[in-house]
């Protein structure tokens, strides 16, 4: 059975802290993406990672960051957390080509700046 | 305008009974088109792609529209367990850029 694992269901952390988001995928995948999603905005993207050491910018990458030192591995990282990031973030991994192939999901980590 | 629409809801429907919704896109060059579900806290899953020529799997049909923009999900004799919310994704033509609607709830009620 495919996995994305990502490291915590749900975070609560204070503005400023610096945060790690895990994603672990065991697929062999060579592409892996970060989302945030909001209540009537849908899925919306963070960054992207089509091989090791490799990163794109999505829509929405300000304030964030990604590591993708590993295949099976991809983080993102809140440098300084703000309240406005308080969202539900998705991991997913998808074969080859991008957008044609179903993307597989972890189950979310529910983070909560306060 | 958002680049892919799609009407929240909820529908509240009577398990048993068909139900349809649609999706509109934006950008006339986009290629591929999904189906996912989500189930309350949980993460989306796939439920179907959308081929140019519509697609059925058991109870649910999809079909595309290319000359007025729309995707569209019909569901046949609905279940309880179909309750959930329906994701509509367009990939527009870019190597990596799969644009996700808010999506639409679905209520099934027995």
């Known amino acids: 059975d495919v996995k994305v694992t990502q490291s915590s269901r749900y975070l609560v952390k204070r503005t400023g802290e610096k945060v790690f988001l895990e994603c672990v995928q065991d697929?062999?995948?060579?592409?892996m993406f970060w989302y945030r999603q909001d209540p009537g905005l849908g899925l919306r993207l963070i960054y992207f990672s089509y091989d090791v050491k490799m990163k794109e910018k999505g829509d929405i990458p300000e304030g964030y960051s990604v590591s993708r030192e590993k295949k099976e591995r991809f983080s993102l990282i809140l440098e300084s957390a703000s309240t406005n990031q308080t969202s539900m973030y998705l991991c997913a991994s998808s074969g080859t080509p991008i957008g044609n192939t179903e993307a597989f999901f972890g189950q979310g980590t529910r983070l909560t700046v306060v | 305008r958002k680049e892919v629409e799609q009407d929240p809801g909820p529908f509240n429907v009577p398990e048993g009974a068909t139900v349809a919704f649609n999706c509109t896109y934006s950008?006339?060059?986009?290629?591929?088109f999904f189906w996912y579900r989500q189930d309350c806290r949980k993460e989306p899953k796939l439920l179907m792609s959308?081929?140019?020529?519509?697609n059925e799997d058991g109870r649910f049909t999809a079909q595309l529209n290319r000359a007025s923009q729309y995707i569209s999900l019909l569901i046949r004799d609905s279940k309880l367990s179909d309750s959930a919310t329906y994701l509509c994704?367009?990939?527009?033509?870019?190597?990596?850029?799969?644009?996700w609607g808010a999506g639409t709830k679905l209520i099934i009620k027995p």
């Open positions: 697929m062999d995948h060579e592409n």
């Open positions: 950008n006339s060059a986009s290629q591929s």
């Open positions: 994704v367009v990939n527009m033509g870019s190597n990596y850029q799969l644009i």
């Open positions: 959308v081929y140019s020529s519509g």
